[in-house]
């Protein structure tokens, strides 16, 4: 039971390029969600997906794109990145989007736009 | 939105128990509070959560103050595994799928 597996582990782009970060869950959990974290700062949703077939943008969604493929599967694209992308990307799951359920994160994805 | 309020850092020692603290004093009824700690270059791993009771599971006990306006994760026995950051969260209100994150408590434990 893997959890929630993030591709790439780390990633160097030029300014303008463009990528998508990838993020599966094998546990049937309908909810999943994007995250960025800045150096000592704590985590930002950038947009997260309550359930297959939807999305919605968190606190910090510009200059993302994301798409739920399948109830497994939720990506996060970058179009033409900027070095203020530079961050640590966390993908995660959630049973269902009810507070009284916990989330479970993956091992981040380490982006440096350069 | 509800927030919470956590001291920057803490230091225990090991084996020693730990209680982290942790402050919110706009909690609304429906928000459930939740701890999640994070281990360097890893991403959040979620600890416990409670509504009004006290909580204990294998990782940690969940001290909630009977106002609601404060609760206490309370680590048994430290290890220098559990040096970590502990994120205080609530969850809850008009967007369950919007969890905030702040700064949260560097935990530092000394052999």
């Known amino acids: 039971n893997a959890g929630v597996t993030q591709t790439p582990k780390f990633q160097v782009l030029k300014t303008g390029q463009s990528m998508t970060l990838q993020c599966a869950q094998d546990m049937n959990h309908n909810s999943m969600y994007w995250y960025r974290q800045d150096p000592g700062m704590g985590l930002r949703l950038i947009y997260y997906?309550?359930?297959?077939?939807?999305?919605d943008k968190g606190e910090v969604p510009n200059g993302y794109n994301v798409s739920r493929l399948n109830k497994r599967e939720f990506s996060l694209r970058l179009e033409s990145a900027a070095p203020s992308q530079t961050s640590v990307y966390f993908c995660?799951?959630?049973?269902?989007?009810?507070?009284?359920?916990?989330?479970?994160f993956g091992s981040g994805t380490r982006l440096t736009v350069v | 939105d509800a927030k919470t309020t956590q001291p920057n850092s803490m230091e225990s020692n090991e084996e020693e128990p730990v209680h982290l603290p942790c402050n919110h004093s706009?909690?609304?009824?429906?928000?459930?509070i939740h701890w999640y700690l994070q281990l360097p270059s890893q991403g959040p791993e979620y600890v416990i959560h409670?509504?009004?009771s006290n909580v204990n599971n294998r990782m940690a006990s969940l001290a909630i103050a009977e106002d609601r306006k404060s609760s206490t994760l309370i680590l048994h026995r430290a290890t220098l595994r559990d040096a970590a950051v502990y994120y205080c969260i609530l969850r809850g209100g008009s967007n369950n799928n919007d969890m905030r994150f702040g700064a949260g408590t560097r935990l530092t434990v000394k052999p």
């Open positions: 409670g509504l009004t």
């Open positions: 995660a799951s959630n049973r269902r989007e009810l507070p009284n359920y916990g989330y479970t």
């Open positions: 706009t909690i609304s009824g429906t928000d459930y």
């Open positions: 997906s309550a359930s297959e077939g939807t999305t």
